[in-house]
């Protein structure tokens, strides 16, 4: 059984470009009988276009694992915030916003 967890274990590869990340403050999903698709658009105020700065394209499988990941995370985040804690990454401090602490 341990070698079949080590097995499953998947290295995950992170370029510096990729780790600073892509701003996006609005999403649209749609989908069809065989993928969902998902794009990160960035709407910007007074611009008469917003641009589609990322589209993820995932299996209905993945999109329910992505699903059940959110949640998970949502409720790991409003218990954080509701407790009052302070939340760090890394060992480092991530100072809140708006008062309400942030995780990344």
């Given at each position: 059984m341990e070698n079949n967890q080590k097995n499953n274990e998947?290295?995950?590869e992170l370029?510096?470009?990729m780790a600073q990340g892509t701003y996006a403050n609005l999403a649209i999903i749609a989908h069809s009988?065989?993928?969902f698709i998902l794009d990160f658009i960035r709407v910007?105020?007074?611009m008469p276009k917003a641009?589609?700065?990322s589209r993820v394209i995932l299996t209905p499988d993945n999109a329910r694992r992505l699903l059940l990941a959110l949640q998970d995370n949502i409720r790991k985040f409003d218990e954080l915030t509701r407790n009052g804690k302070t939340v760090s990454?890394?060992?480092n401090l991530i100072p809140?916003?708006?008062g309400i602490p942030g995780e990344a």
């Open positions: 998947i290295q995950v370029s510096e470009s009988s065989s993928e910007v105020p007074g641009q589609v700065k990454f890394d060992g809140p916003i708006s």
